[in-house]
């Protein structure tokens, strides 16, 4: 009877620790932006997660007081997966990314991976970067 017991009580430890290591399982991706030219407005950062979502259903979005050269900012608590970055410098504080007849935009802009569109905005396929690990970094140039 005691060995019965005893095994319930491990199998429900192992299953307690496997069920708590898996919701524990987030990361902080650190944003290193580069090439702000000005202090005027904001940096607008948008991270999704999935390539249906991409530049329409913004995961976790940040504003931050733009700074002359360089910013990092940081994202905590964000659960492993795919994901992808989108963001601009908002310069007149407009909340919008001002763009040209064309719809070429025409304040700085970024995404993950820094991948560059063609004839429209970078696809998910080039800005996805994969979240697995406890501390994530990513570089944008603007």
Known sequence: MKTRQYIALITFITLFVFATNAQNQTSTIEIHITDIQSAEGTIRIG???????????????????????????????????????????DENNNKKLDSNFFKIPKEPYGTSNNAKGSFGPPKWEDAKFSVSEQIVNQSIEL
Not at 55 to 78: C, E
């Open 47 to 89: 991270l999704y997660n999935s390539e249906s979502n991409f530049y329409k259903q913004i995961f976790r979005s940040v504003a931050i007081k733009a700074k002359k050269g360089a910013l990092k900012i940081t994202l905590n608590d964000i659960p492993y997966g795919e994901y992808a970055i989108s963001l601009y410098h």
